[in-house]
């Protein structure tokens, strides 16, 4: 029996992936996702089956994903200003001392 929770409020994304990772997540899940809503397309209406489920829990996955990568990019550029910050105040302090 297949123990696989399909709720999707129970999806996680992982915690260490670097953007290239992120990117090639999300790619893969678009994939498996498409080739999920072709399967369901091709059953008939009343069957028995948990796609749709499946689904509904890799898009809750690919958007807890996509999430972090919107993180990553906006703490990249955060730390780019803090570094160019910290640069001009020792600019500013060695210009105070000469």
């Known amino acids: 029996m297949d123990t696989y929770n399909l709720k999707p409020e129970h999806m996680r994304a992982p ?5 290239n990772e992120i990117r090639q997540s999300l790619h893969e899940l678009d994939s498996k996702i498409k080739v999920l809503q072709g399967r369901a397309n091709a059953t008939t209406a009343d069957s028995n089956n948990t796609y749709h489920k499946h689904i509904a829990a890799l898009e809750a996955k690919r958007a807890l994903i996509a999430q ?3 993180n990553t990019s906006g703490h990249t550029e955060s730390t780019w200003q803090d570094i160019k910050k910290g640069l001009d105040d020792l600019t500013d302090g060695i210009k105070k001392l000469f």
């Open 15 to 19: 915690e260490h992936l670097n953007e």
């Open 68 to 70: 972090k990568l919107d």
